[in-house]
Structures are given as C-alpha cells and as structure tokens.
C-alpha cells in the first residue's frame, strides 16, 4: 500500500485547511489509519488516529479544532483542521497499520501564519 498526502499550504492563524492522504489500494482492510506531524530537531507526534471500526483518538493539543475522517470507497482519510494556530505549523505524515505492517505517505507542509 502506498500513501499520498496532499492538501497543505499558508494559511493564517484561525483558518481551515484539509488534508487527505489517498491510498493506492484498499483501506478497507488497514487496522488503522493516522495523521501525525513533525518539526525540525522534535520528535514525530500523533495528531489524529482512526481505525477501521471509526472509533478515533486525537492530541490534546488539537481536540476540539481537528477532525479525522476516512472514506473507504475512496480509499481516503482526511484530516479537518479548524482554528489553525501557528504552534500547528509542520509537515504532516499519514500513516496506515496493518498487522505489523506499517505503511507511511510523503510529508505535507502545513504553515500557519500569525
């Protein structure tokens, strides 16, 4: 399974941005699907987490703002992020799991600015 994340760009502070990440197979069969992101010298963190059955988990940091999403006949999941904030500001990964396999998308540059 590959992944395709897309959807970043410059937003200003208290914007909405959405990004999707489009598999090149099935999802219908992967356990779990999550958005994390990553500054320079930081560890990568977990934004957003879904899994198969729809149940979903979320940073403290975003709950409330962000909304994760996945549509299976499209082989998709998004991530809805609201009230944007500055601190939101990094490149953001999709990330499938299958078993014990995992399956991470190219990286998508969220900016926002003050």
């Known amino acids: 399974v590959q992944l395709q994340a897309s959807g970043g760009g410059l937003v200003q502070s208290g914007g909405s941005l959405r990004l999707s990440c489009v598999a090149s197979?099935?999802?219908?069969?992967?356990?779990?699907l999550g958005w994390y992101r990553q500054v320079p010298r930081k560890q990568r963190e977990l934004v957003a987490a879904?899994?198969?059955?729809?149940?979903?988990t979320y940073a403290d940091s975003v709950k409330g703002r962000f909304t994760i999403s996945r549509d299976n006949a499209k082989n998709t999941v998004y991530l809805q992020m609201n009230s944007l904030k500055p601190e939101d500001t990094s490149v953001y990964y999709c990330?499938?799991?299958?078993?014990?396999?995992?399956?991470w998308g190219q990286g998508t540059l969220v900016t926002v600015s003050s």
């Open positions: 879904i899994t198969s059955g729809g149940s979903t």
């Open positions: 197979g099935s999802i219908s069969h992967i356990n779990a």
């Open positions: 990330k499938g799991v299958r078993g014990s396999s995992e399956y």
